[in-house]
């Protein structure tokens, strides 16, 4: 059972994160987006990015590699945002972080631009960050300019370094996975991240289902600043449940 939330935070007057997601028999799909630009078009990039995705999968050969139709799809999505930033003056200069989770047998893709994350809960209930942001903050990092301590408080958290539709192309982060070891797949936009923590979020999803584990995090995000836009999906990695899905 997919849990999935998207709320708009304590003080945005528009809410530019989106998330979707498709089960079909053999293969499942699950995307979060965290739009940017003036107006209403973060929204619009957000939504087209998710949307575009998804079809994108959906429609592609599941006889083809998975993890080249997953990066085929993100590059539809920054294909599609781009053109329409172009044509349309209000949508200049729109972009979206996108991260992807497909899961097929035992095989989990998931890819990122931007700074959404996935984390994975193991089997041993360790929480572990899969993505890496993309993001000035996470090069300072990198290069020793500041530690993961003061990243948390940094006043350039916001920039991020890579984003669908900006460009004409882009670079996609891919990383493969084993379902086995996995107990649950966490995607969330950095509304959620920038206020709980790894370990509240594994506490709140081992100790509820996961629709209700979204709408704990949701809340706890809310009560300590709630910013951003906070979504967050949760998903099954392999677990009892999954002997009776039948797809849809």
Do not use: W
């Not at 942001?133 to 920039?159: C, F, M, R, Y």
């Not at 923590?197 to 709630?226: A, F, Q, R, Y």
């Amino acid at each position: 059972m997919v849990g999935m939330l998207s709320d708009i935070g304590n003080f945005r007057r528009i809410n530019e994160d989106s998330v979707g997601y498709y089960e079909g028999i053999n293969r499942r799909v699950y995307v979060i987006a965290d739009g940017m630009g003036g107006h209403n078009a973060g929204e619009v990039a957000s939504k087209l990015a998710v949307d575009t995705i998804i079809e994108y999968i959906k429609k592609s050969n599941e006889k083809s590699n998975l993890e080249q139709e997953v990066i085929k799809a993100i590059e539809e999505a920054n294909n599609n945002i781009y053109i329409m930033g172009q044509k349309d003056r209000n949508l200049e200069g729109m972009g979206t972080t996108v991260t992807v989770c497909v899961i097929e047998n035992n095989d989990v893709i998931i890819a990122n631009v931007g700074d959404s994350s996935c984390y994975i809960i193991d089997n041993k209930k360790n929480i572990i960050k899969i993505t890496k942001d993309h993001s000035l903050v996470q090069q300072l990092i990198d290069n020793g300019s500041i530690t993961e301590q003061e990243a948390i408080s940094h006043p350039n958290k916001n920039i991020i370094t890579r984003a669908l539709g900006t460009n004409k192309s882009v670079k996609v982060d891919t990383f493969i996975l084993d379902r086995s070891m996995i107990l649950k797949i966490i995607l969330c936009t950095d509304g959620l991240t920038n206020d709980v923590t790894p370990k509240e979020m594994c506490d709140i999803i081992i100790n509820n289902d996961n629709k209700e584990s979204c709408k704990l995090l949701v809340e706890l995000s809310k009560i300590k600043g709630g910013r951003d836009n906070i979504s967050v999906i949760v998903v099954e990695g392999e677990c009892k449940d999954d002997r009776n899905f039948t797809g849809k």
